[in-house]
Every structure is written in structure tokens, then in C-alpha cells.
């Protein structure tokens, strides 16, 4: 009960919201072991979607749903091991192709078979830099996509790319299999709102706004989803989401608030999942504008806040500072302990900024944030302690995440709270943000040792060497401080009581496990 929890203020107050915004997506207000079928998955802590076309895909939500319609040739184990998705099989040729046996019988949703000329068509889509797909850089090496076969295609490369086979699974990689025949008929924009894929679920109905209605693939090659319908309401705030769980109108939900992290595992009516997260949050600023473009005033600021207070402020515990560009679950390549210029030193940070060719009150800065959860929480609390510190006027406005992306996109910010949620490759923490023609370099970084760095980090084969490769990379740009790195958060999943089978993914999956769940 509610009563027994504890739960905060603000987690109760948004309660009515929760109500309003789950019924009026159209969720009924009964018991949900009436509806065994159905799964009430809630989108928590966003409220857009703008496509669901895995080629034009940005938003975290975007994923989360795409998972569930789509499919790519590989997936991740829940041991995050790389392994066959829509691929039964995988080899290595001698000329260094790499040859994928397809799975025989695989349907789209509109009952058409899957073959490999699908597989080049999708490959070859988001290689087309016309048609502009932010992950174009993932497939960059390719140079053929060959079909040998219906079932047998063999995709080279221009030159050795040790990311690949992480860049062709299914997660937020926009390597998914699509229809040919289905993108041709609805055009590159429409695709986007009427998706054919192979996966688990179609849509069958989307709500601009409020949430999306999914209905199983009945031919599905893994065998038809036990789960026939999934309702997926956007929910703004993660904690409306914890009221909509609690008041029996959601059964899962793809994020959970810190702050009520601790008494939610408490609750025997409710499951907690959670574990380190492959994420790294961090001060996005743009090196484009005063007073960002000088690097001084940038070490400045990153040494002018504790990054410990932030983890206790911000996310309540659930997470570890971070000081450097990979998350700790990434290994070796993860460096522990704080860098010259990402520690806190309030002395440190006065005489870097006096090295700067502006003063600390010269440039009003607006650090761009959304909502009212944790991210706008991120802000307040950076911006406190930086201008403390050092006497700046930073001041923290609030907008949509939609808005906030958008302004990340065009430049047209200085400094906002941003994160990224990846995999198990290092590239695609490093290579996508701060190479020079990274589709995530929002900041306008450019440094050609580091470039040159990258491109022999993505070609070197062989462990070891790209271990020290792209340490070598994070502490070059760690000393140009383009993010300011501040945490690594966990990651968390709520359940009711009488829902079970979601497997969950340090990358923070979502809809890939609706076909394994079970609701009672």
C-alpha cells in the first residue's frame, strides 16, 4: 500500500497526473489479472516519439519501443554476449567478409517473407548519407553488401572495423531489419509512422503524445508472443509512473525515480529491478560559443563542482561518479579515479579560470535542461556549485526533452545536461561524439590527433592494442574537456506483483522482452 511506503511528497502529488495521463490513453481502470493477455508497459520520464523507422531513430523512447518491431541480424544474451538474431549463423571469411546463413521462414509483419536482399536494402539505407541516418557512422566501413542466396548474404568492409558486429544487433544501433516493399510503398517519411518489421509486435495504434497500442505477430519466427496486445503510455514524470504502478494501472515501467529507489524495494507488491548501467551523464557545451570556446574556462568549470554531492543530490546513490568518458562496466577500458581537470579543486578551478580570456561573470549561460524529474534536479545542482565556486551567472531553463534535443541538434545552446546509453564497444562512446564528423558532436569538437586516434581504434583487431588505443583517446580528450563528465547512473525497472520474464539489459532495454513476460 501506498500508505506503508513512504514515498515522497512529490511521488504522491503526482498522482493525479498518472490517473489522467494512463486513462486518457485509454488503459482500463480494472484489475489486471482480467487482461492475462495484455501488458501495460509505460514509457516513463518521456512524453515524445517522433518516428519509429529504426534508420531515423534518435530517442532513447524511439528504442524502446523499436525493439519490440524489429529485429537486426544479432542480439544481446543476458550475459551481454554478442549472438544469432535474425542470423542463424556467422563466419569469418578469408578475405575478411563477414558471411551471415539467415533464418529460413521469417515474416514481416505483412506476411512477406525476410530474405537478404532485406539485409542489403536496410544495410544500404542507413549507408546512403541521402538519406541522413544519425547512425550512418556505424555502418561507415562497409563497402558491398553482397546476396549470395536468399538466406546467405556477406557484407564487406573497406577496411578492418572491430565495432561491426556490435553495430549489427539488435539495440540502439538503427541496423534493424526493415521491409524493402514496405519502405518503398510508404516513402521515407512515412515508413517512420507505419513500420513493418519482423519482430515480436506490430503497431496497431499510435497516439501522438500519449502512447502506442502494439498487437503480437502471430507468425513470428520465435513463435507466437503468449502477450497479444501491449499498451505503452508516455508518462512525463518517472515518478507518476511509481502512482500509475501502485494504483494497479501500469504493470512495467521502463524507468523508476531514485529518490524512492530504497522504500520501492521495500514494497512486496512491486518488483525493483536494478544494476550499473553502460550510460555516462555529462554537461554538454557547445565549443562554438562564448564562453565554451576556450578551454580554460572549460577545465574551470568541470573542476568547480563535486561530483560526489551530484550522485548523492541527483540520483540519490544510484550511480558513481564519473570522470572520464567510458562507464565502468566497459572494463579495461574504464580508468577509475579522478583526472586533473575532473576532480573537485575550488582553487584549482579559480586559477584555471584566471588563465581564460573571459571572466566568470562575462556570458550569462543558460544550462538547458526538461521536465521536473532528476535531469532538471542534474542542472539545478551543477549550476549551484559552479556558480558558487567561481562566481559565474549560470542559470538552469527548463524545457521539453523534445526541445532540449532539438537545440542540442541545431547549436543553438551553450551548455545543457545531456547523457548517452550505450553498449559494450568504446567507439560508440567516443567515436560518435567526439570525432570531428560524429553525428552526436553536438558541441562542434574537433581535434585531428583525436580523429586519427579513433579511425586506428576502429580497425585495430587485436584486444589489447584498442584497449590502450582508446585509453590513450580519453585521456587526449579529457584534457580538452569538450563534455564535462559527471556520473554513471544505475538503471532500474518496476514491476507489479504478477508480472514476470523481463530479462533485464545493462543498456536499459525495454520492448524486446514483452514476448518472454508473463502477466497474471
Not at 42 to 63: C, H, M, R, S, V
Not at 210 to 222: M, N, Q, R, V
Not at 487 to 502: A, D, P, T, Y
Request: hydrophobic residues 40%; glycine residues 8%; aromatic residues 10%.
Amino acid at each position: 500500500m501506498i500508505s506503508d511506503m513512504k514515498i515522497g511528497r512529490r511521488t504522491l502529488l503526482k498522482g493525479a497526473t498518472a490517473m489522467a495521463t494512463v486513462t486518457g490513453f485509454g488503459i482500463p481502470m480494472t484489475p489486471a489479472f482480467a487482461a492475462a493477455t495484455n501488458l501495460r508497459a509505460a514509457i516513463t520520464g518521456y512524453n515524445t516519439i517522433n518516428t519509429l523507422d529504426p534508420g531515423k531513430a534518435t530517442l532513447i523512447p524511439e528504442f524502446y519501443v523499436i525493439w519490440s518491431l524489429y529485429n537486426g541480424l544479432l542480439k544481446f544474451d543476458e550475459n551481454m554476449k554478442i549472438v544469432p538474431d535474425l542470423a542463424e549463423s556467422y563466419t569469418t571469411l578469408p578475405d575478411g567478409a563477414l558471411e551471415f546463413k539467415l533464418r529460413s521462414g521469417v515474416k514481416f509483419h505483412d506476411g512477406s517473407p525476410m530474405t537478404a536482399d532485406d539485409v542489403k536494402f536496410s544495410i544500404e539505407r542507413v549507408l546512403d548519407k541521402s538519406f541522413a541516418s544519425p547512425n550512418q557512422g556505424k555502418v561507415a566501413a562497409v563497402e558491398k553488401v553482397e546476396v549470395v542466396d536468399d538466406l546467405t548474404v556477406r557484407i564487406h568492409t573497406s577496411k578492418p572495423f572491430a565495432p561491426l558486429l556490435t553495430f549489427l544487433t539488435n539495440a540502439r544501433t538503427g541496423t534493424q531489419i526493415v521491409s524493402r516493399k514496405a519502405v518503398e510503398k510508404a516513402g521515407a517519411d512515412g515508413f517512420g509512422k507505419a513500420p513493418v518489421g519482423t519482430g515480436p509486435y506490430k503497431l496497431a495504434e499510435w497516439n501522438a503524445g500519449s502512447g502506442l497500442k502494439l498487437a503480437a505477430h502471430e507468425d513470428y519466427f520465435g513463435g507466437a508472443p503468449a502477450i497479444k496486445t501491449v499498451d505503452i503510455p508516455l508518462i512525463t514524470e518517472e515518478a507518476s509512473g511509481v502512482t500509475a504502478l501502485l494504483g494497479n494501472q501500469i504493470d512495467l515501467t521502463s524507468t523508476a525515480p531514485a529518490a524512492d529507489v530504497p522504500q520501492l524495494m521495500k514494497n512486496p507488491a512491486i518488483t525493483v529491478l536494478r544494476q550499473p548501467g553502460l550510460n555516462t551523464r555529462f554537461i554538454s557545451v557547445n565549443l562554438a560559443k562564448p564562453p565554451f570556446d576556450d578551454v580554460h574556462f572549460r577545465r574551470a568549470v568541470s573542476m568547480a563542482f563535486q561530483r560526489e554531492a551530484m550522485v548523492a543530490a541527483v540520483i540519490f546513490g544510484e550511480g558513481v561518479p564519473l570522470n572520464g568518458a567510458f562507464p565502468p562496466l566497459l572494463g579495461d577500458y574504464f580508468t577509475p579515479g579522478p583526472r586533473d581537470f575532473t576532480k573537485f579543486d575550488a582553487a584549482g578551478a579559480k586559477a584555471e579560470l584566471a588563465k581564460s580570456k573571459y571572466k566568470a561573470d562575462e556570458h550569462a549561460v543558460a544550462v538547458v535542461t526538461w521536465g521536473g524529474s532528476w535531469w532538471k534536479r542534474f542542472a539545478e545542482i551543477f549550476v549551484a556549485q559552479v556558480n558558487q565556486v567561481l562566481g559565474t551567472k549560470f542559470t538552469v531553463e527548463v524545457t521539453d526533452a523534445n526541445a532540449a534535443y532539438a537545440r542540442q541538434k541545431s547549436g543553438d545552446f551553450q551548455a545543457g545536461v545531456w547523457g548517452w546509453l550505450g553498449m559494450v564497444d568504446p567507439d560508440e562512446y567516443v567515436g560518435d561524439m567526439f570525432h570531428s564528423t560524429g553525428w552526436r558532436n553536438f558541441g562542434k569538437y574537433s581535434n585531428p590527433d583525436v580523429d586519427a586516434k579513433l579511425e586506428a581504434g576502429r580497425a585495430a583487431l587485436d584486444p589489447a592494442a584498442r584497449v590502450k588505443i582508446y585509453k590513450d583517446v580519453e585521456a587526449m580528450i579529457m584534457e580538452d574537456v569538450p563534455v564535462i563528465p559527471c556520473f554513471c547512473s544505475n538503471i532500474q525497472n518496476l514491476m507489479r506483483k504478477g508480472v514476470e520474464g523481463f530479462s533485464q539489459r545493462p543498456y536499459s532495454n525495454f520492448g524486446d522482452q514483452f514476448a518472454n513476460m508473463k502477466v497474471s
